[in-house]
C-alpha cells in the first residue's frame, strides 16, 4: 500500500499508540474524581500537558482537549468574540471550521483577505482593513489544499499594534511539519488535531493564552475551566502529548526528508505538458508535504480510483469537500480557472513513505496521461 493522503488523516504512529494503550489500560478514572486513583489519572494529565507545553516553548498558554481542530476552530472563535462587537478579519482559503463558523457570526462584521496568485493572503489587504474595532485575526499557517506557508511572523506584528484584537492560527498542516519562524507564545489561539501528526483520531487541541477571555460557548461543569466541560478520554490527551513531544523535535529531520520526496515527484512529473501543477513548489513560503496538481482533461475521481488500482492513495482536493465535487476554493484564487480546480488532486506525504513509492506514483501519473482515461 501507498499511502499519500497524509493531510486528511495519519497512520498512528507505535509508539504513541502504546502510550494510547497503557494509559488506557492503566488510569481509567476519572480525572476529576477526588479517590486516589482519579488523583493519579490527574496527575498524569497535568503532567503530559506540562511536557507537551515545554517541547513547545510555551510559557503563558494552557491547553484544551476537544474531540478535533473543527472543534478547536469553533471553540477559539466563538470563545473570543462572543459578546463583542466590531469586526472579525479572517482568508478566503480557510478551513471550513474556519470558515463556516465565521460566516455564521452575525453580531460582528467579516473581512475576507484576498488571496495572491502565489497562495499567500495579501498582507497589505491585512494592514489596510485591521482597525481598532477588530476583535480577532484568523489566519491558517500551511494552507491544506496546496501547501503554502501564510506569513504568521508578518501577521503577529501588524495584530500586535492593536491590543484588543486577538491572534488564532489554525495550525492543523503546520505543527510538526513546518519549523516556526515565529514563537508560539505570540499567538493567542493556536488548534491542531492529533491524527494529522501520527496520533489517534478523536482528539484536538485549542491552545491558548492564559491572560486573554475566553467565553463559554459549551455548558456543564467546570471540568478544563468550564471551556470543554465533561469526562476526558486521558488516553487521547496524553497521546496527543506523546506525538507532540516525538514528532515535533523531528520537525526539520522530517521536513528535509520530506522535501527530497517532493522534489523527487515533481522533477519526475513536470516535463508532462498534460500535468498542471499547481502548488508553487519554487517558492520558499511553500510546505513540501502537499502537492496540489491537475489533469485538466481527467476528473480528478477518476485519477483517485485509477490510482487506488494500483493501491495508492490520494485524495480530490481537501478530504472533508472531496464528494461534494465542488470547484476548490484555494484553487480557484490562485488559478483563476474552473477546470484547474474541479479536477485537482492532492498528494500528501509522511515521513513513512519512500522514494521508490514516489517512483510508482510517478509512473501511474504519467501513464494515466498517456492512456487520457
Ligand atoms: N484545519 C485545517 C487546515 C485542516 O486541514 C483540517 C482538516 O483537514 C481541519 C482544520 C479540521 O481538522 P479535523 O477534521 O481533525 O477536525
Redesign the pocket.
Known amino acids: 500500500m501507498i499511502y499519500l493522503d497524509n493531510?486528511?488523516t495519519t497512520k498512528i504512529d507505535e509508539e504513541v499508540f502504546d502510550t494510547y494503550l497503557k494509559v488506557q489500560r492503566n488510569f481509567f478514572a476519572n480525572t476529576t474524581s477526588l479517590h486516589k486513583l482519579g488523583q493519579e489519572a490527574n496527575f498524569m494529565l497535568e503532567k503530559s500537558k506540562k511536557d507537551m507545553m515545554k517541547t513547545l516553548g510555551l510559557k503563558n498558554h494552557d491547553c484544551l482537549f476537544v474531540s478535533?481542530?473543527?472543534?478547536a476552530?469553533n471553540l477559539a472563535i466563538l470563545g473570543v468574540t462572543k459578546y463583542k462587537s466590531g469586526n472579525i478579519i479572517t482568508s478566503s482559503i480557510e478551513?471550513p471550521?474556519?470558515e463556516a463558523i465565521v460566516d455564521n457570526i452575525k453580531t460582528l462584521d467579516t473581512y475576507k483577505l484576498k488571496t495572491l496568485e502565489s497562495g499567500i493572503i495579501d498582507i497589505e489587504d491585512l494592514k489596510a482593513n485591521i482597525n481598532k474595532d477588530t476583535v480577532l485575526v484568523s489566519i491558517?499557517w500551511?494552507?491544506?489544499i496546496v501547501g503554502m506557508v501564510q506569513p504568521i511572523k508578518e501577521i503577529i506584528e501588524i495584530v500586535k499594534k492593536y491590543p484588543k484584537c486577538k491572534l488564532h492560527v489554525?495550525a492543523?498542516?503546520g505543527i510538526c511539519k513546518q519549523v516556526n519562524d515565529f514563537d508560539f507564545n505570540d499567538i493567542d489561539l493556536i488548534?491542531f488535531?492529533t491524527?494529522?501528526i501520527y496520533g489517534p483520531k478523536g482528539v484536538?487541541c485549542l491552545l491558548y493564552n492564559k491572560n486573554i477571555l475566553i467565553e463559554r460557548v459549551i455548558y456543564g461543569s467546570f471540568g478544563q475551566n468550564g471551556l470543554k466541560p465533561g469526562t476526558l478520554d486521558l488516553a487521547l490527551c496524553c497521546s496527543t502529548c506523546k506525538a507532540i513531544k516525538k514528532f515535533y523535535p523531528l520537525t526539520k529531520q522530517n521536513y528535509d526528508y520530506i522535501k527530497n520526496l517532493n522534489e523527487y515527484v515533481i522533477n519526475n512529473i513536470k516535463n508532462n505538458p498534460a500535468i498542471h501543477i499547481i502548488s508553487r513548489y519554487d517558492k520558499s513560503y511553500y510546505n513540501p508535504y502537499i502537492i496540489s496538481i491537475s489533469i485538466p482533461n481527467i476528473k480528478g475521481e477518476t485519477i483517485v480510483h485509477y490510482l487506488e488500482k494500483y493501491d495508492i492513495y490520494v485524495s480530490t482536493g481537501?478530504?472533508?469537500s472531496s464528494k461534494l465535487q465542488k470547484r476548490e476554493k484555494t484553487i480557484y484564487q490562485m488559478t483563476n480557472n474552473e477546470t484547474i480546480s474541479l479536477t485537482a488532486i492532492r498528494i500528501s506525504f509522511s515521513h513513512t513513505n519512500t522514494i521508490s513509492e514516489c517512483q510508482k506514483l510517478c509512473e501511474c501519473l504519467n501513464e494515466i496521461t498517456k492512456e487520457g482515461k
Open positions: 493531510a486528511a478535533n481542530a473543527t472543534e476552530n478551513h471550521s474556519v491558517m500551511v494552507n491544506n489554525d492543523v498542516q488548534t488535531s491524527h494529522k484536538g481537501a478530504s472533508c
